[in-house]
């Protein structure tokens, strides 16, 4: 795991020249394209210090990202900042899970639910072309902590879905749901889609692969794995040294995961990353105006984005990331020893930086005031989340933990 940081100065040099390379609407002649640069009422380009800003200098360009630039051509147009998500793709693939030297496919979505739908529809289309599977014979298998993208995939793609249970306590998979897959194969369920949580959002819980596997393998099944990481994705593997969940893992296939959670970039920066030979799955053919046509869910989307996952990643470089998350988790750590001291229950996997909260422990207003987050908002609460990012500060937390006391 290692990406060199850049400075500043060759991080402007860097994207400038990529906005040099790409179309420029005020000096080429553009008479096709449905787009321009942004509106030049309220976004005027000529603001002095847009020369030492080159991710609102990319927004005003406005590049379209449309199409996927790590597998065949696209729009030429934006050529020049297209190489940068291309280089943050494989950057992330080997980097942060392990790539081995070939390249990786992928495209920033537009958030972790996108490069979740993204990676269950190619996994659909896989089965359905590879095994002629129709698709009441293909599930869609997640945990019952696993975020509301699955079912609403499910929902989408027409998958029926077979949700694993977890312990109440600890949020590891229960020895039920291998008896679960043992019932969905026999009602004659023959493709499973397998998502596994690198992080869950309630409680960052990381499944254990090797238990899914161990049941799956038993059975006998056909199955693919698609990795959650949108949470955890950005913290977990800096985390833990012995992490399970890596390209090289002979059956996984894919892995979200979001800048706009932990690496602080602007909404709209979901990643999805792919073993090559599966982006292909999602051809539109159809996508004849499209130079290199689509192979992504969302079409047009901002250049701007992926310029802005590059310059963070860039900006840290892998040890200085790594750097942040330690601070990160020795934080989440104190906070933990306080909650003992204080005879307090929570869960917390010890390489991420939620701490959740029995919700009958402690006083449901001060959890208000601090806007931890419930499990649900219909009813009463069983647990309630802190996630210590970085506008969670040691003064912060101490404030609340002066005044928070078990019930
Ligand atoms: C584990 C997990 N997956 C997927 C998502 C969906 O991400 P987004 O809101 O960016 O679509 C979230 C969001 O919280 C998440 O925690």
């Not at 060199?4 to 420029?24: C, G, H, M």
């Not at 014979?137 to 699955?150: K, N």
């Not at 109440?168 to 749901?177: A, F, I, K």
């Amino acid at each position: 795991m290692y990406w060199e940081p850049y400075s500043n100065k060759r991080i402007k040099k860097t994207v400038f020249s990529a906005l040099e390379q790409n179309l420029d609407y005020r000096h080429k002649p553009v008479l096709g394209l449905p787009a321009s640069y942004l509106d030049t009422e309220v976004f005027y380009q000529d603001a002095p210090f847009l020369k030492d800003a080159p991710f609102l200098s990319a927004m005003i360009a406005n590049p379209n990202h449309i199409g996927c630039h790590t597998l065949n051509e696209s729009e030429s147009a934006f050529e020049g900042t297209q190489k940068i998500e291309a280089e943050l793709i494989q950057l992330c693939a080997k980097e942060i899970f392990s790539g081995k030297d070939e390249a990786y496919d992928g495209y920033v979505a537009s958030g972790g639910t996108e490069a979740n739908i993204q990676a269950i529809w190619i996994l659909k289309r896989y089965f359905e072309k590879e095994f002629k599977a129709r698709a009441e014979e293909i599930a869609l298998v997640f945990t019952q902590d696993a975020h509301y993208s699955m079912p609403k995939a499910a929902s989408l793609l027409s998958l029926k879905k077979i949700i694993l249970p977890v312990n109440e306590e600890t949020r590891v998979l229960s020895e039920e749901s291998g008896a679960v897959l043992s019932k969905a194969k026999e009602s004659g369920i023959k493709y499973f889609i397998t998502v596994i949580n690198m992080g869950t959002t309630m409680f960052g819980s990381v499944d254990d692969i090797d238990l899914v596997t161990k049941w799956m393998n038993n059975l006998d099944l056909n199955y693919m794995i698609h990795v959650d990481g949108a949470f955890g994705g950005f913290i977990y593997p800096f985390a833990d040294p012995d992490s399970r969940l890596t390209f090289n893992h002979p059956k996984i296939n894919s892995f979200t995961l979001d800048g706009h959670k932990m690496l602080q970039s602007p909404y709209g920066t979901g990643i999805y990353l792919t073993k090559k030979g599966f982006m292909e799955y999602a051809l539109t053919e159809e996508a004849n105006y499209v130079k290199g046509k689509d192979y992504t869910l969302i079409g047009s989307r901002s250049g701007a984005n992926a310029i802005a996952v590059w310059m963070i990643m860039r900006t840290y470089g892998s040890e200085g990331w790594k750097m942040k998350i330690r601070k990160l988790l020795e934080k989440t750590e104190r906070l933990c020893e306080q909650l003992d001291e204080k005879g307090i229950s929570y869960y917390r996997n010890p390489f991420m930086n939620i701490v959740t909260i029995k919700a009958n422990q402690i006083d449901s207003r001060i959890a208000n005031q601090y806007l931890l987050v419930p499990d649900t908002h219909d009813g009463n609460p069983n647990w309630y989340k802190i996630v210590v990012m970085d506008h969670v500060t040691h003064g912060l937390l101490d404030r609340f933990l002066m005044e928070v006391n078990k019930i």
